[in-house]
Structures are given as C-alpha cells and as structure tokens.
C-alpha cells in the first residue's frame, strides 16, 4: 500500500502540552506531507518535507523524516485548543512526474483549555 | 485570491438522481484533483486531472462516475444513478507542479453528499 499510516488515530493533550504524531509507510517517496483538517472543513497544508530533508521546522511546528526507518514525525509545540483538529500525513511517491498524493486516515487532535 | 470553490456545500437527493459536483480550482494551477472523503475508507483520490485532460481516473468506483474538465477554470464530477453508498464528503483540490519539490496541494470546503 502507498498510503501512509498516523499513529495514534485519536491524541487528548493540555493546552500549553506538546503533540506528537507519526507517520509509518512503505514506499519510496518524493515528498511527505502534513496537511490539518478542522471539523467540516477542507484540508490546508502545514510543511512539505523532501526526501533528503531530515528535519524542518515552520512557527510551532516540527517535522523528522527518517527515510531508512520510513517514518516522520509532526510534534506541535505549546498546543493551543485551535489546534484541535485532524492531522494527516499525505505522500508523494518517487518517480517523475507524479503528482500524486497518498493520504493516512489521520490523527485526531484534542487539546482541552 | 478565493481560493477553491465547490459548489453546492450540501447536496440531498434521492438514490438513483443525477448528482453533479463543481469546482473551480485557483487561477493558474494546473493540476486538479477529486477526492472522496468517508469515515470507513478515509480521503481517496478518485481523479486528476493535467492541463484539463485526465491523467489517472484508477480511483473512480464505478462507472456511475464520470469527471470533465472543459477547461481550465471548471470541473465536474457526476454520479449517475447515485446510490446510498456514495454519501460522503467530495473534495476538489488544485496545485502548481513547478521545477522543485513545492506540489502543495490547495483544497476546496467539499460538497456533503448524502444519498437517501
């Protein structure tokens, strides 16, 4: 399978706590990234993460890729119940001109105030 | 700029109707992408779309579905007859493939499709 797996399905944390969400897959891919769902909503983009990249970072938001282990992380710091929201990991196979995109189930993300 | 629009946000029908899902992607993006989103399957790829042709159409359930792109600016999708199975939410995004590794893709609110 080409989809990308989130680990945990469900996250409750503190406002003000860090959030940690990971991603497992079995291709070889391109790029990976991270895209957040609010309730009834489309999904926006956080942060692309390149298959020579190992780590990057955007506002509050940190992003690994191991590509040896075929694994990435998004940790959230300082979690704000805005936050609250579904995390999805998409990826993007290697190979020229694809422009696919492959999406996980997702994480769910509560942060309580 | 608005952003991608989908129209309409909420559709009810009756099973065996015709549904048809409109888009229009942002201004200048060349790719553009439907999705199927259910709480079972999660966010499936049914079509995209290059310079308005399609590209890859694997991810089409059935034939009951059917995609065009007449142009750069608007898209359809169309479910005929549709059946309760294909409530769900319809998203449609676009994106820019540019030389580099920047392929974001933008999305749309989504259509709510229930079918009863």
């Known amino acids: 399978s080409q989809q990308g797996e989130e680990d945990p399905q469900a996250l409750s944390i503190q406002e003000g706590e860090n959030a940690t969400m990971n991603c497992s897959y079995k291709t070889s891919i391109n790029n990976l990234q991270w895209y957040r769902q609010n309730s009834g909503r489309g999904l926006v983009h956080l942060i692309l993460?390149?298959?020579?990249?190992r780590e990057k970072h955007s506002g509050r938001l940190r992003v690994t890729l191991d590509t040896s282990k075929k694994s990435s992380s998004l940790l959230i710091t300082a979690s704000r119940a805005a936050d609250t929201a579904s995390y999805f990991c998409?990826?993007?196979?290697?190979?020229?001109?694809?422009?696919?995109?492959?999406f996980g189930k997702g994480t769910k993300l509560s942060v309580i105030p | 700029d608005a952003g991608v629009i989908q129209s309409p946000r909420h559709e009810v029908t009756e099973m065996g109707q015709e549904v048809t899902l409109r888009c229009k992607p942002i201004s200048g993006h060349d790719y553009l992408f439907w999705y199927r989103q259910t709480m079972m399957r999660g966010l499936e790829l049914l079509i995209y779309?290059?310079?308005?042709?399609?590209?890859?159409d694997s991810g089409m359930p059935e034939d009951r579905f059917s995609a065009k792109m007449p142009n750069a600016s608007f898209s359809t999708l169309k479910i005929q007859p549709s059946e309760p199975r294909d409530s769900a939410v319809y998203f449609c995004?676009?994106?820019?493939?540019?030389?580099?590794?920047?392929?974001?893709?933008?999305f749309g609110p989504g259509t709510r499709l229930t079918v009863l």
């Open positions: 998409a990826l993007m196979p290697s190979g020229a001109g694809s422009y696919q995109l492959t």
């Open positions: 779309f290059n310079n308005n042709v399609p590209i890859d």
């Open positions: 993460i390149r298959s020579n990249e």
């Open positions: 995004a676009s994106s820019l493939a540019r030389i580099g590794p920047w392929y974001e893709q933008f």
